[in-house]
């Protein structure tokens, strides 16, 4: 973590280029069109397990998110909340609230029920209990696999995950992908989700947040 003077004059994302997690704060700053800088936070190198980052996030987990005011925020989905409530404008959720549930499940089921279960901390826990890196990766790829074909019936995927405007569910399902290709997950058996990926690879504000586009990412 770097220790350039605080920005007043916009938001600063504490982030991991590959942070699943960070990378879904990622998207929806892009989708509305919001600036901000970068404070990149190296989880290899244990930054976000530092006292200075553990001030601003004491859980030291990334993103956080600083605002202009100084305030922090942390939690994706706290801040993802907080983004749509203060920018309404280019929604991440419809205005129809039987499509906004759906769109807020298949966030729950990425946030609560697949990524908890592929932490850094939680794979360290692992590790520290005798398993091997095959076993660490094969419990892994179980986690997103059953994850991802749970979401795959919960979309329509016919363009975005819910039509022609990416929503709060693309918004998670993304950096799920990103983080089931990482880790080599068969996805064959989604090709809704796979649609989605494609079109959302190629749109601007998804290509802005991708990991590999981020400036910590390493050569
Ligand atoms: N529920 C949190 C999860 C945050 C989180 O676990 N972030 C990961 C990176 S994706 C992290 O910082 N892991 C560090 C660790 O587990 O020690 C959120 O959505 O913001």
């Not at 892009?30 to 980052?53: C, F, Q, S």
């Not at 956080?64 to 005011?69: C, P, V």
């Not at 918004?171 to 079109?199: G, H, M, N, W």
Request: aromatic share 8%; net charge neutral; charged share 25%.
């Amino acid at each position: 973590m770097n220790s350039l003077p605080r920005d007043t004059a916009r938001p600063e994302l504490f982030t991991y280029y590959r942070s699943t997690s960070s990378y879904r704060v990622r998207i929806a700053l892009a989708l509305k069109g919001l600036d901000y800088t970068a404070i990149p936070v190296n989880l290899l190198r244990g930054e976000h397990l530092v006292p200075e980052y553990k001030t601003l996030n004491p859980q030291g987990r990334v993103p956080a998110l600083r605002l202009e005011s100084g305030e922090i925020i942390t939690q994706s989905p706290a801040i993802i909340e907080y983004l749509e409530e203060r920018y309404p404008d280019k929604p991440l959720l419809s205005p129809d609230l039987l499509l906004r549930a759906r769109q807020r499940a298949v966030a729950a089921v990425i946030g609560c029920d697949i990524h908890p279960l592929h932490n850094v901390s939680v794979l360290n826990r692992l590790r520290g209990m005798g398993h091997d890196e095959t076993a660490v990766t094969d419990w892994i790829g179980h986690w997103i696999s059953e994850g991802l074909k749970t979401v795959e019936p919960l979309i329509d995927g016919t363009a975005f995950c819910f039509g022609d405007t990416p929503s709060v569910a693309d918004v998670y399902l993304l950096p799920q992908v990103y983080a089931a290709r990482r880790f080599k997950v068969d996805l064959s058996t989604c090709p809704r989700i796979v649609q989605v990926e494609q079109l959302a690879l190629n749109a601007p504000a998804f290509q802005k947040a991708h990991p590999d586009a981020q400036p910590d990412r390493p050569d």
